[in-house]
């Protein structure tokens, strides 16, 4: 179909298709079949790490409310600012024609006005629709400022500001999400916010005095700006025991499981992206495994494993397991993640089964959405693409600054001639490389970021 469209066979509008054209060029389409919607939608389900259900982003009456009158008091000033400036004109030309009184010819000051206003008038007939799109941005979201660090994320319709800070890839302290701990207390420095749910955790009157909130229960009616605690590494990230609703197990390739997993609400997973997870199963065994999914959604863990020989939670998963089973979660662990702070472009390079642990890095990255650039290769063991070339292709594809190669399993004999292709003109002293491969990849690693000159913060590599 994408052929037709672009030799012009089939006419789209704004990515749409009358349906009599589509059935004109495919006059055996079942239409009433919906198969193919159903999977188009878990296709898009799979591929949006972030929740997408927009019902509940809009704002409440309330929140919209409050931005509208922003907005007009902005209006106001600024239509203020204009009947001024338009007085000081009307003024300014009395006074040019007071001065070419005595004149014949036309003072050039006043000739230099009648253009100016000629040009100002047509100006104002051009609609600025960029302004237009940030002003309706403006009434649908809330801006949040996190300080000390600066971290800024939006928040929609009626969102907590847990959530929505989780959600544009901020690492909050938080504990229970549903207003127990405390531990998601955050100040409201300036801006308004509003009570969205009832909290059994009391705030003392002196912290609300100071005004205190608690991020899991609040969300953001005008922007504001948060004194909260982030998480700095991953010692600020507690141990977990949690209990998984298995919701579904793909097997793209022969030899690699993906298990798609749900916490319970109120017990989430608190983790930062690139660490891992151990999954046990009773009375079967357990195992350390990579959590591939993004710290932006909680609730919605995502597994890659390998079927190897020996891994009797993998075997299970594979051969007897179904959905709505429950495993147990204990962890996160591991140092392998993101520097969240680091203002330079992102190298992540793949190894078979390693790409679990970049998937989540990747798509944390994209929730920060602070990466000037971001490149992937994923090496494979064989001939065939790797098992989610085409989620990786679709990045490449959506994201102008996403760069995606595969590369062959010989690219483990030459990977820095390989770098030193692909990265090109990017000095690779300026980027930030995250690896995950197997142990003998790394010693080439390390010569390359020798030869390099990539200081050795810069070079992250997790034996997978
Ligand atoms: S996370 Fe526990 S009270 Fe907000």
Redesign the pocket.
Known sequence: MQQQIRAGLLQTFEGEILLADLLHAYPNAQIEDSSMLDRVAQIIEQASFINTDTATRKPDNLALGTRVMALGKELSQQQRLVAGYRKLLRELRMEIDRLADNSAAPHPLGQWLDEAEATLAADGDIIDQPLINETFLRVMTAQATVIPSGHEFFVEGADSI?EAGLRGGLALN???????????KMRVVSGDTRKIRH?D?ALTEAEKGLGYI????HTAVSDVVLEADEAQGSADIPKQTIPLRLKRIERPSADVLIVSTRTPRTNRLRFLAGQRATLSVDQVGSALYPIASCPCDDMNLQFHIALNPGDAVAKYLAEAASSNDTLMLEGPNGSFVLDENSPRALVFIAEGIGFASIKGLIEHAMALDTAEQIYLFWITDDDAPPYLNNLCRSWNDALDNFAYRPLPASALQNLADHLDTQLQPAAASGLDFYICARESLREQCEQYAERQAIPARQLLFETI
């Open positions: 847990l938080y504990g229970c999400s549903n207003g127990n701990c405390g531990l998601c909290h955790y608690l991020g899991c229960s």
